[in-house]
Each structure stands twice: as C-alpha cells, then as structure tokens.
C-alpha cells in the first residue's frame, strides 16, 4: 500500500449482507490511500464498531433488517461530528435521499456505482465536501426546490403577521388615543370651571389615570413601530431624557457617552423610564444607572437596594383562565411588559435577577457595528 499512514483515509464498511461489504472492501482497495478498518452488518453494530475504530469515514447502508442506518447515521453524526458519512443505497427514492440527508450523510451513492464514483465520494466526503450520485441528484434537487418554495412562502406569511400587527397595534392606540383625549381635555375643562372643592380630588385621579393610560399607549405604540436598524442613539441623552422625567433623583448615574448603532432613541429612552420608574416605585436607595458596552452589545442597567426576589416566570404575562376566575399566576406590570417587549423589538432582552443583595434589571441590545 502506497502512501504513510497520516495520508490514509480509515474507512467503517456498513452493510447487512456479506457480499456486499466483500465488493465494497476490494473497490476500496484499488486506492492505496484509503484502509478498510472494519465491518458492521447492522445499525446498532455500526454505532459500536465507530466508537471503538473511530473512522475517518463510515459507508452506511441506508436499509438494513438489523437496524436502520438512518437511526445509526443520527447516532453517530451526534456522537462523533468530525466523521463523515457516506449513504449507501439501491434506492434514490426522495423519502430515503432526505431522510440520510437530515441524519447527517454528507455523500450519497447508489449501489452499483463505478469504483472511481466511490472512490471520488469516499475522498471529497474526508475533504468535508458533498457528493450525490448523478442519480440521486434530480431528486435532492427538487427537494431543494419545495424546501426553498416552503421558506419564501414562510417568509411571506410572517412578513404578513407583521405587517398586520402593526396595522393592529396603530388602530388601537389610534382608536384609544382620540376618546382618551377627548376625556382629559374635558376633564381639564371641568376643573378650571367647578370650584376646587367640587369633586376636584375625583378629577385629580380622573386625570392621574388618564395621563397614565396616555402614557401605556405611547408604549404600545413604539412596540408596534417598525425598528430601522440603520438608527443610531447617544445612550447619555436618551437616559438622560428619562431621568428627567422622573418624580426624584436616583442616586448615581453613569452614562457612556458614544454612539450605539442600530438602537431607536426613543426605544431606549422608554425601556430607561420604566426600568428606573419600576427602581423608584418599588425598589430602594441607593438607586444606580449604568450605560456601557460590553463587547458588541449594549447594556442598560438599573440597580436598587430593594428585596425583591425575581422568580423564572416573571417576564411571563398574566395569567387568567378566564374573566370569572381571579387571576392566580401573576407576570410583570404594565411598565415592565412595555419595557421587555421594546427590549424583543431592538432585538435584545430583559432580565431580572438579584447581585450582592440588589435588586438588578438589565436590557442588552445587540450593537450593529
């Protein structure tokens, strides 16, 4: 045999009948840089006899009465990534191409094949390339045409969702925005008029409520507003910006103050308002803001002094079997649920977590530079 032993391809021969392995090991042989380790007449065999050789290269009969070579073709693609499988077949059946292709074949041959296409196969599947028998290969590629048919129609219909949740979203805030505030002009009316004696703390809440509810549907809003990736936002100002409509001062802040790419400012802003809102409401001081980079993505953070235990489901929303029951699991609030879905559309998250007995929420946001 030609060659040392660095520049051989050690080859696992799979198949259930003796004659065939036979035929298969003398093709092999007329290549002097390929070994022949060893032999396996079944599916469970052939996951053994791997283990024990470990191949370079495995010839898998796809049918066998012993066991599947799909099954073991699985097996040993998980178990073993860096050998390459080559499908051995009588049939070029659509059903039995895919299926060896998903488990993990990078070859296909059809029985009877000339010993230089085996050959060639068994050489291009050790170089990591794919190979598929002239037979073979009208079927793989129709399968390849329906797959590629199935995905652009995917990408349509969620294109569609998409657009229609955002219709969605605009006609709601649209259709709650006008009443809204046709309600709190009126209310504003009724207070200049009526005595301030006069139901003036009714109006008060009237008013609370409704800025608040204002406030929920800007929210709303910017989660149904499509994200241009080619934005870019100061992180020091649009926080700043935030923090300027707080109702009191946090205790320190620390801003970075540079560019970050791909991110909407008034995205960010908002995701700053209710995090630090959520700190002020129910956490306690000392409060702290940070702004930073973190590799290639972009973190925002606000930590409080509270007790607050975040669970798993938190980010969960409600849960309510229906309007006749009371609500037994509860998720986050409003400010929260805003904040995490604004998070999902810059293409980051939200998490809650506790870190040296402090209470921390942090939004990351992949950065597009």
């Known amino acids: 045999m030609v060659g040392t032993e660095d520049t051989l391809i050690r080859v696992l021969i799979v198949d259930d009948a003796a004659e065939s392995r036979d035929a298969l090991r003398r093709a092999l042989s007329f290549d002097a840089h390929i070994e022949v380790v060893g032999e396996a007449g079944s599916g469970p065999e052939a996951v053994a006899r791997a283990e024990d050789l470990h191949p370079d290269i495995v010839l898998m009969d796809v049918r066998m009465p012993g066991g599947d070579g799909v099954i073991a073709t699985r097996t040993i693609a998980l178990r073993h990534p860096d050998m390459h ?13 895919r299926d060896m292709l998903v488990a993990g074949a990078t070859a296909f041959v059809v029985k009877g094949t000339s010993v230089d296409d085996l050959i060639s196969a068994v050489h291009a599947a050790r170089a990591g390339e794919g190979q598929l028998d002239e037979r073979v290969l009208p ?5 390849l045409r329906r797959l590629l048919r199935d995905e652009r129609h ?62 929920l549907i800007e ?40 560019q970050w790419p791909g991110l909407s400012s008034r995205h960010l802003s908002r995701i700053a308002f209710e995090l630090i809102e959520n700190a002020l409401n129910h956490g306690e001081h000392p409060i702290e803001v940070r702004a930073f980079r973190n590799g290639n993505e972009a973190v925002l953070e ?3 002094a509270g007790s607050f235990e975040p669970d798993a489901g938190l980010l969960r929303p409600f849960v309510q079997s229906d309007m006749s029951t009371t609500r037994e699991v509860s ?38 530079d």
């Open 219 to 258: 929210g709303l809003e910017l989660i149904g507003e499509p994200h241009r990736e080619t934005s870019t936002v100061n992180p020091k100002t649009a926080i700043a910006n935030a923090l300027e409509r707080m109702p009191e001062p946090v205790d320190e802040v620390v801003l970075a103050d540079d």
């Open 139 to 143: 079927v793989a590629l129709d399968d």
């Open 85 to 97: 499988i080559v499908a051995l077949t009588a049939h070029d059946d659509a059903e039995t191409v």
């Open 302 to 304: 606000v930590i409080d």
């Open 331 to 368: 998720g986050m609030g409003l400010g929260l649920f805003v904040a995490s879905r604004l998070c999902e559309a810059l293409g980051g998250r939200l998490e809650l977590a506790r870190a040296d007995d402090r209470t921390v929420a942090r939004a990351t946001f992949p950065l597009s």
């Open 154 to 215: 995917r990408r349509n219909e969620v294109e569609r969702v998409a657009r229609m949740r955002e219709g969605f979203v605009h006609v709601l805030s649209h259709e709650l925005r006008t009443p809204l505030t046709i309600m709190i002009g009126a209310l504003r009316t009724v207070e200049q008029i009526l005595p301030r004696e006069d139901l003036s703390g009714l109006i008060d809440s009237a008013l609370t409520r409704g800025s608040e509810l204002a406030h």
